[in-house]
Each structure stands twice: as structure tokens, then as C-alpha cells.
């Protein structure tokens, strides 16, 4: 919660610093500073690669039961319209995954609950494709993250473990990825908009198999959200 709270207040700031030269500075610019800038508020369900997938099924082919939770966090953001029309800005998100395995053997049942959560800045650019649709990149950094793995046999609990980019690095994870992204919006007001998007992540964060890192290679994800039109 600390780091979102910092990066709120850095956003603001990284994102201005772009294009505060091209307004010729100082607080009488102010209004050109803030057009065609919009404030983000979205909520994301995580989607995985193929190789989450694999283990999953592995699990069941075996017998057991898994229970898959979506995993879904509120994110936020900072678009800013080019004169092209073109889009750009950065977008604090999370990934992650929620599930529950029930594995049988001839003594007992054991219960596993397995969590991840990982923080990405972001930044992407995108343009116009047709009314209202938007394609483009996305290129994310890893900020931090936390993992919590519990098992009920014989009471034995687990708290959360906070992932530090050096443990990220230690995993053998890559602390960038980057992906294709398309937005779709539609003008609900005189400053609002509504936002639906998608991400495909093209890169690996790692070639390793789900069973050593714990974290999928490759990350998707849907966001919906609403805009807010701070100048125009």
C-alpha cells in the first residue's frame, strides 16, 4: 500500500515532466499543461500463458480438484492526447492469480491455497484504428509483489512473503514485459468516458516451468474503467 501511494504522487509528476517543455513552463501555462489530459480508474481480471495452464490441467489429469479464483484489483492512471489524436500515459496495475488445490492421497485430504501478487508501472501508446477503438504497446516495470502459500494438513498456516525486485531477479524473472493493447472508449458525459481494454503480453518473464518461480511466463489481462477529462 506504501509504494501505491507513491507512485500516486510520482505519477503526476513523471507524466507532466514530458511535456512541461512543450508549454513553455511556468504557471500561466498551466491550462495547456493539463489539456487533453484524463485521469484513469479501472479494475483488471488477470489471465495467464500457457504454462499456469499446463499445471492446472496436470493437477486435475491426476485427480485432484483446483479450484481457480479470478483474480481481479482496482489500478489506476494518467492519459494524455497528442495532437494526432495518438494516446500515451502510465497506468499503475496488478497481476496475480487465486486458486485452491485439493490433492487425495490414502490417509488424508490436503488442502493448498496458493496466491501472487505483483505490481507493474506502465506505460503505453496507442492511435486511432476506427471510432472510438485504439491500438498499441504496453511496456510494464516491475515494482514489487507479494506470495502466500497455506496448507490446512496438520495446521499449518502461512503468512504473505513481500517480493522485492532482488527476489524478483533471484527467481530468475524478468523485471520488464511488454505486450500488444487495445482500448475501446465511449463518451458517457461531458467529461467522462468509458474505457474496456485488453493486453496480450507478447514477452516471458521467464522460460522457466510454473512449478520452480511460482509466477506464469506471461500475463494478460481485461480492465474496464472510467475516465476523467481534467482539461480539454
Known amino acids: 500500500m506504501k509504494h501505491i501511494v507513491i507512485y ?4 503526476p509528476g513523471i507524466f507532466f515532466s514530458q511535456v512541461y517543455s512543450q508549454t513553455g513552463g511556468g504557471t500561466l501555462n498551466l491550462p495547456k499543461l493539463f489539456k487533453n489530459t484524463s485521469l484513469l480508474f479501472g479494475y483488471s481480471q488477470s489471465y495467464y500463458g500457457q504454462d499456469l495452464e499446463d499445471y492446472k490441467d496436470n493437477i486435475a489429469a491426476a485427480g485432484n480438484i483446483i479450484n481457480d479464483r479470478p483474480y481481479r484489483e ?5 492519459i494524455k ?35 501472487l501478487n505483483v505490481e ?17 504497446l504496453e511496456i510494464g516495470y516491475f515494482i514489487e509483489g507479494s506470495s ?42 461531458n467529461r ?18 510454473f512449478e520452480l518461480t511460482k509466477v506464469p511466463n ?7 474503467g472510467i475516465i476523467y477529462k481534467i482539461g480539454k
Open 8 to 11: 500516486l504522487s510520482l505519477l
Open 74 to 78: 482496482f489500478n489506476f492512471g494518467l
Open 81 to 115: 492526447e497528442s495532437e494526432n489524436k495518438s494516446l500515451s500515459g502510465f497506468k499503475y496495475i496488478s497481476y496475480g492469480y487465486d486458486f485452491q488445490m485439493s490433492t487425495f492421497n490414502l490417509e488424508n485430504v490436503k488442502n493448498e491455497i496458493i496466491k
Open 120 to 136: 507493474f508501472l506502465k506505460y503505453f501508446w496507442t492511435q486511432p484504428v476506427a471510432r472510438g477503438i485504439y491500438l498499441g
Open 148 to 189: 502466500f502459500n497455506e496448507i490446512d494438513q496438520a495446521s499449518t498456516a502461512s503468512t504473505p512473503i513481500k517480493l522485492t525486485k532482488n527476489d524478483w531477479e533471484s527467481k530468475g524473472l524478468s523485471l520488464t514485459d511488454y505486450g500488444l493493447l487495445i482500448q475501446y472508449y465511449y463518451n458517457v458525459g
Open 192 to 209: 467522462l468516458l468509458f474505457l474496456s481494454e485488453g493486453y496480450y503480453g507478447l514477452s516471458k518473464l521467464s522460460d522457466k516451468i
Open 218 to 224: 506471461t500475463f494478460r489481462y481485461i480492465n474496464i
